[in-house]
Nanobody, 131 residues
Framework: QVQLVESGGGLVQPGGSLRLSCAAS????????MGWFRQAPGKEREFVAA????????IYADSVKDRFTISRDNAKATMSLQMDSLKPEDTAVYYC????????????????????????WGQGTQVTVSS
C-alpha cells in the first residue's frame, strides 16, 4: 500500500496562487495513477485533476482548467498541484489520492475522475480563498 501526506494549503486572496504537494511512501510510486480531489463544506467530494503513472497523461475538471497545473516527480515520489487565479469557490479541503493500475495510461486517464476509482487517500489540506 501507499501512504499519502498533503501540504501547502492556506489562506490566499482571490487571484492569488498556492502550490499543494503530496508526498508518497510505501510501494512503488510510479505504479500509481494519482489524482487531486476537493470537498467544500456541505458538498460532495469532487474531482480536480489527475496524472497518469508516467506523468504524460493529464486531465482536469472544467472548473479548474487553464488555472491549475498537476505534475508529478516519480524519482521523489511526489505530486503537485499549482493553483493560480484562485477564486472563492475554490475554497475546500484538497485531497490527494492514488490508484494502483497496470492498464494502459490512455485508458486509465479516461476514467480517472471518480472518487471510487482510487484506493488510497491523504488526510487533506485546507485551502481558503478570501479577501
Amino acid at each position: 500500500q501507499v501512504q499519502l501526506v498533503e501540504s501547502g494549503g492556506g489562506l490566499v486572496q482571490p487571484g492569488g496562487s498556492l502550490r499543494l504537494s503530496c508526498a508518497a511512501s510505501g510501494r512503488t510510486f510510479s505504479s500509481y495513477g494519482m489524482g487531486w480531489f476537493r470537498q467544500a463544506p456541505g458538498k460532495e467530494r469532487e474531482f480536480v485533476a489527475a496524472v497518469s503513472r508516467s506523468g504524460t497523461r493529464l486531465i482536469y475538471a472544467d472548473s479548474v482548467k487553464d488555472r491549475f497545473t498537476i505534475s508529478r516527480d516519480n524519482a521523489k515520489a511526489t505530486m503537485s498541484l499549482q493553483m493560480d487565479s484562485l477564486k472563492p469557490e475554490d475554497t475546500a479541503v484538497y485531497y490527494c489520492a492514488a490508484d494502483w493500475s497496470s492498464t494502459p495510461e490512455d485508458f486509465w486517464i479516461a476514467q480517472a475522475m471518480g472518487v471510487s476509482d482510487y484506493d488510497y487517500w491523504g488526510q487533506g489540506t485546507q485551502v481558503t480563498v478570501s479577501s
